[in-house]
Structure formats: C-alpha cells, structure tokens
C-alpha cells in the first residue's frame, strides 16, 4: 500500500508539466507561468518534475527570443519609416503607415 501511495506522489503535478510543456512551446508565457506552477505542486509533494523544468526552460528561452525578434523587428521599421517619411507606404509587401 505504501508503494502505490509513493509513486502517486512522485507523479504530483506531472500532467500539468507535460501541459506547460506544451503551452511554452505553442503559447511561451502561459507554458512558462504552469510550469513554475506545476513545480511548485511536485516540490511541496516531495517529486521531481521534469516537465515542469523543461517548460520553465523552453518558456523562458522562447520568451527571451521571440522578444529580441520583435524588438530587432519594430526597430528595423522604425527606422525604415524615418527614411520613408510620414505617410502610408508599401515597403517589402507590408503596408508601413509612418506618422
């Protein structure tokens, strides 16, 4: 009977980090916020979560990327849009509305 009760505690939180999993990948912030969630339950339970981990890596990773993209990215319109001058303009098939 013990047996069963410790491999039930050891799984604590393990489908919730194999969802955050997931959701760091598909939607990072979200994956990043279950996984610390997910590991905060298997830590009060006495378990390991290795998913709940690898969404905290994968979340945090992906957040940190995707922010240098949009950064790297508004700054290159930005300065496209001061070269063009205010006006709505087509500029590599987007449609650039500079003010």
Same mark, same amino acid.
Do not use: D, Y
């Given at each position: 009977?013990?047996?069963?009760?410790?491999?039930?505690?050891?799984?604590?939180?393990? #489908? !919730? #980090?194999?969802? /955050? !999993?997931?959701? /760091?990948?598909?939607?990072? $912030?979200? +994956?990043? $916020?279950? +996984? $610390?969630? /997910?590991?905060? $339950?298997?830590?009060?339970? @006495? /378990?390991?979560?290795?998913?709940?981990v690898a969404a905290i890596v994968v979340g945090a990773v992906?957040? &940190? &990327?995707?922010? &240098?993209?949009?950064?790297? @990215?508004?700054? &290159?319109?930005?300065?496209?849009?001061?070269?063009? +001058?205010? #006006?709505?303009?087509?500029?590599? #098939?987007?449609?650039?509305?500079c003010s």
């Amino acid at each position: 009977m013990n047996n069963i009760q410790t491999t039930a505690a050891n799984h604590k939180g393990r #489908g !919730l #980090g194999i969802t /955050a !999993l997931i959701l /760091a990948i598909l939607l990072n $912030i979200v +994956g990043l $916020i279950l +996984g $610390i969630i /997910a590991l905060a $339950i298997s830590r009060r339970a @006495g /378990a390991k979560n290795g998913w709940a981990v690898a969404a905290i890596v994968v979340g945090a990773v992906l957040f &940190v &990327v995707l922010g &240098v993209a949009t950064l790297i @990215g508004l700054t &290159v319109i930005n300065s496209q849009c001061g070269e063009l +001058g205010p #006006g709505v303009h087509q500029w590599n #098939g987007l449609t650039l509305t500079c003010s």
